[in-house]
């Protein structure tokens, strides 16, 4: 599956990342290959919860 990502830098230098097709799927890193990884992550938790 994919989905659109959006990724934006807040006040403090994090990057967040929110995916709009998963209400509540959001993560962040220190930099934009963190954030990228922690929202795969989030995807899959997400998903999980879903399928229960």
Do not use: H, R
Request: net charge negative; aromatic share 8%; with cysteine.
């Amino acid at each position: 599956m994919k989905f659109q990502v959006t990724i934006e830098k807040d006040e403090t230098g994090y990057f967040v990342a929110e995916v709009p097709a998963l209400p509540g799927c959001v993560s962040q890193g220190k930099t934009l290959e963190e954030a990228k990884t922690n929202i795969k992550e989030a995807i899959e938790g997400w998903l999980e919860e879903i399928a229960v």
